[in-house]
């Protein structure tokens, strides 16, 4: 995944959101609701969510977690990604389509 696939992060560690500037022109709407799935998913489970775009430009998600940590709910980690895309399911098909839309149609893409 490169920089520019990445739409946003959040981290248990830093206690950091980010959200890639290449999409800032989203609606603000949309940023919270981001920022707060993310946040949300960091503190009940830990570690660090990525939400990026796959090669196709399908939304996916990325979770990770640094070796010692202990508190990390791996078993909970799947189930709250799975929770997220029924949940967001509506989202995450308007980003992709956005991503479709603006950024791999861009020319020179």
Sequence with gaps: MTEEQILCSASKYTEKFYLNPRYSNLPQKIKDELKIACVI????????????YDDEGGLAIATDYEENDFL????????KVNQMRNDKRELFEQLEEYYELLIMMRPGN
């Design 41 to 52: 998913f960091t503190e009940e489970i830990g570690g660090v969510i990525t939400l990026y």
């Design 72 to 79: 990390y709910d791996e078993i909970g980690s799947g189930l």
